[in-house]
């Protein structure tokens, strides 16, 4: 039998709403390369909390939806961010288990995994050179991570999404 609630599948779906909203967000221009990876890190921390209902294939959807939203080429942020949910779940009972500050070095590594996926098929695809500011992105977000995790947690405790 299921006990969660039935708002929790739209407490996770408004969560990735707003989060692909915060992608297309505009920026001014000097702070636009340092805009955070919002729905990375949401699909990292459902796949942290719930592994069992956000996976690889809600994953691959807010990838794909990304992709539509940012022009980007078909498929490539559905694939990074794929592979970082299937990682998180793998890793997900090691990483309950220690401090934010140690999960967000992990978050980090992942999602400079996920940003060099976007720089290979980016690569592929555009032939377009990029700087050292296509990196920036994986830093802001492992700054606000915190932040992310804490807000996230209590918005699933409160609403009792499990």
Known sequence: MNSARPNARWVIGLSLLIALTLVI????????????????????????????????GVAWTVGLLQDVLQTTALGSHALAFALVAYLTIQLCQRLRNVPIW???????????????????????????????????????STL????????????????QVN
């Open 25 to 56: 967000l505009p920026l001014p221009g000097p702070i636009e390369p340092y805009r955070p990876e919002w729905a990375i890190l949401v699909i990292l921390y459902w796949s942290l909390a719930l592994p069992a209902r956000v996976g690889v």
């Open 102 to 140: 140690q999960q967000a070095l992990t978050v980090l590594g992942l999602l400079l995994l996920a940003r060099g996926l976007l720089f290979i098929t980016r690569g592929l695809s555009d032939n377009a050179g990029v700087d050292w500011r296509f990196w920036l992105p994986a830093l802001t």
């Open 144 to 159: 606000v991570w915190p932040l992310v995790f804490v807000l996230l947690r209590f918005v699933r405790r409160r609403c």
